[in-house]
């Protein structure tokens, strides 16, 4: 029995969600035929969402991880975004994508788009997996979603509770929350 099985059902399979993540990958493969473009993963949550889109992106991307962080370990947003990883080069001029694994109120990609807008870059677009438009605080225009979902406190997938949960291989949701 796998270690999460008594706290964490399944919300979206992981069959469900790869086959969704490839035709994401897809279209991003299609829009940027041609481009230059940069993935910038949103640590920590969305490194597995981006890692696995990257694999499926016929493309020659290159990977900017830059770590965020509101939550700061509990079940709701403190609404105050804080960089604690920079990305790794200067984002002037490129074609951004920013990545992430959920858009709950939208705090932390307002932020995001404010923070790398203001670095001039060629292009920035939007690509969630997952969003939570029941609580959205500040509308963000998304390119790329894999899924809408109800308020649920979704774990797995890179999602976290308390930081543990992360390495589940689907979309989970807490059976006691
Ligand atoms: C989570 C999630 C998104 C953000 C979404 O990150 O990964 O980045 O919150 O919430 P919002 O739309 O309400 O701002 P978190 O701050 O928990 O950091 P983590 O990715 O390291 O878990
Ligand atoms: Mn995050
Ligand atoms: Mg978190």
């Known amino acids: 029995m ?11 399979s992981e069959d469900k969600l790869q086959a969704r993540v490839r035709e994401l990958a897809a279209e991003i493969t299609r829009d940027y035929a041609g481009k230059d473009l940069t993935l910038i993963c949103v640590l920590k949550g969305s490194a597995f969402f981006a890692i696995d889109l990257a694999k499926y992106i016929d493309l020659p991307v290159k990977l900017e991880f830059l770590g ?21 080069k ?17 705090l932390t990609m307002q932020f995001l788009l404010e923070n790398l807008r203001a670095r001039h870059p060629a292009s920035l677009k939007v690509c969630t997996l997952l969003e ?7 509308k963000v225009d998304i390119d790329y979603k894999g899924f809408v979902i109800d308020d649920l406190f ?12 992360r390495n589940i291989p689907f979309i989970g949701v807490m059976k006691n929350k």
């Open 90 to 106: 200067p984002m002037a001029g490129k074609h951004l994508l920013i990545i992430e694994d959920i858009i709950d109120t939208g």
């Open 68 to 88: 965020v962080s509101s939550y700061q370990g509990g079940t709701e947003s403190t609404g105050e975004v804080r960089i604690t990883t920079d990305v790794s």
């Open 132 to 138: 939570k438009p029941s609580r959205a605080r500040t």
């Open 154 to 165: 979704v774990v797995g997938y890179g999602l976290d509770f308390g930081e543990v949960y």
């Open 2 to 12: 796998a270690f999460y099985e008594q706290e964490v059902g399944v919300l979206i």
